[in-house]
C-alpha cells in the first residue's frame, strides 16, 4: 500500500472533526458557516486533507485519520482525492474490506490515479477477493507506473498465485532493480526464488530482508521455513516461533491463555499444559515429541497435562496418553486443565533442542484401534467378485481449500484417474472426506473408486482404515502424516515448495521412513510426478498378483 501524500504538523483536530461533522449533519447555509468554521482551523480541500490524514496517521492517530477522511469524502462525493484519501485511511487501519468501495469509486472516475490500482488490488487479496481482478489490477499499477517498486513487489505473489514463475521472477527482478534495498521486496523476491527451486538464492534473499526489517516477523518466519525445508533445525526452530505473528494465516490467533509460556523454568512441584496448534497435520506431525517431553517433565518432578483436537481424542490417547497425566480434547480455553506453564506443540522441538536424531525413532508412534482394524480387515478380505483387486490403494488428492498454498498442492482426483486408471489389480479406495461429487465424477468417467468416508468420522476411525491399506498415496495433507505415523507405506505427492517437513530433493523422510516422495521437478508440472507413481503402482501390482 503506497500513498503519495506529506506529513505537515498536526493542529487540534477534535474541533475540526466536530466542525465538519456538524457541517455534515447540517443543510443549506448551516453547512456553509460550519465548513467556514472549520476552515478557520485548517484548510478543507483536496490538498490539505490528505495531507492530514497522512499526518495523522504517522502520529498514530489512526481513528481520527479514518473519521476525518470519511467526512472529507461525504462532504465531497464527486472528488477523488476525498474517495482515495479514505480509502487510504480505511486500509491503513487494517479494514481492506471497507476500503475497496472509495477505491472502486476513485477507479470509475480516474483510474490513473497513482497508487489507486495496487492499493486496490492488496485490499481485494486481503479480503480472499477475486485473484484475477488482483492480478489485472497490478498489471495495470505496473502499466501506468513502470519505475513505481510497489506494483511489481506485489505481482511477484500475485503472479505466484497465478502458476506464472516466469512471470513471478520477472517481476522480482524489476521489484529489487527499484527498490534493491526493500525488505518486501526481497521477502517477496525469495518466494519466488523458492518456487523456482533456487534455494541458495532464496536463503541469501530472505535472510536479507531480515537483516532489513528484524522486527518484521512475516520476514523471519520466512527464514524459519527456509532452514526448516534444508534441514537446518538449530536456525529454524527458534524462528520458527515466529509462527503466530509471521504466518498470515495465524497472525492474531494466538490464544491467551490464563498462565506464562514455559520457557525452561525448572518444574518441579509444577504442571505444565502442552496444546494442540494449527492444522490436524501438524498436531500428528508433533505428537511424536510429547514423550521426550514428558520424560523431561516428570524427570525435573512435575506433571504433564496435554490439550488436543476433539478428532483427535481416541487416537491420541491410546497411543501417547501413557506418557501424560492428564488428556483433554477440545473445550475450549474454559476447559483446561489447571496448569503453571503453558507451551504450544509446535515449541516443543525447540525447547527442548531436538535436532533430527529422535524423528525416524519416534515411528510408528499412532496405534490404530485393534477391534476397529480387524473389522475393516475382515471386510477387505471378504469374497469378493471374480477380478476383485488383491492392493488396497487409499487416495487423497487435496488439502484443505481454504490453505494458502492448496492451489499448489492440490493433485485431484481427476489427475489420480488418467495416471492410475489402467493399472490392474488395485482397488483404490477414498480417503477424501466431503468429496463426493469429485468420486461420482470419477466414477462417471471411468474410473471405479470405493468411497467409505461416511464412516470415517474421526482421525481414530481413519487410522483403522488406512491400516486395513496396502498403500497411501496423497498430497501433503493429515492423511499423509496420519499413515506415516503409523508406520504404513505412503507415498507423498509433492510440489515444488513443499512443507518444510519433507525437506529438498531426496526421496524419503526423516520423519517418516515408511514413506516414499514424488516430487515435482518444475513448477506446477505434475505430469511427471503422476507418471513415476503409475509405473511404481503397476510394479507392486503385478507383483502382488
Known sequence: MSSAASS????????????????????GDARAIWLEAARLLHPVDDCAIPQLTMALLGAGRTDDAVELAGLYDALAPTSPAAAFNHGYALQYAGRHADAISPYRRVLAVAPAWPSLKNNLAVAVRMTGGDAAEELALLEG???????????????????LRGCDLPGALDASAKALALAP??????????????????????????ARASERDPDNASHRFNLA?????????????????M?????????????????PRWRGEPLAGKTLLVWGEQGMGDLLQFARFVPALAERVHREGGRLEWNSFPQMGDLLVRSLGAHVDGYRAGGGVAALQPFDYEIPLMSVPWMLGLGDALLGDTVPYLRADDAALGRWRERFAAPAPVGAAPLRVGLAWTGSLTHQRNPFRRVGLDRYAAAFG?????????????????????????????DETAELRTFDDTAAYVGALDLVVSVCTSVAHLSGALGRPTWVLLDVNPHWVWQLERRDSPWYPSATLYRQRAFARWEPVMEEAARDLREWAQRAR
Open 243 to 259: 509462527r503466530w505473528s509471521g504466518a498470515p494465516e495465524l497472525r492474531g490467533k494466538l490464544p491467551a491463555l490464563p498462565g
Open 422 to 450: 489402467g493399472i490392474g489389480g488395485v482397488t483404490f479406495h477414498s480417503l477424501q472426506p466431503g468429496a463426493a461429487a469429485d468420486v461420482e465424477a470419477a466414477r462417471a468417467a471411468g474410473f471405479p473408486i470405493v
Open 141 to 159: 499499477a505496473a502499466a501506468d507506473a513502470p519505475s513505481a517498486p510497489d506494483a511489481w513487489i506485489n505481482l511477484v505473489i500475485a503472479r
Open 8 to 27: 505537515p504538523n498536526v493542529p487540534l483536530v477534535p474541533p475540526l472533526i466536530a466542525m465538519l461533522r456538524r457541517s455534515l449533519d447540517a443543510g
Open 181 to 206: 534495498d526493500s525488505p518486501l521486496a526481497l521477502n517477496n523476491a525469495a518466494m519466488a526464488y523458492k518456487e523456482a527451486q533456487r534455494w541458495d538464492d532464496a536463503e541469501r534473499i530472505a
Open 225 to 241: 521455513l527456509i532452514h526448516l525445508a534444508r534441514g537446518d533445525y538449530a536456525a529454524g526452530w527458534p524462528a520458527h516461533e
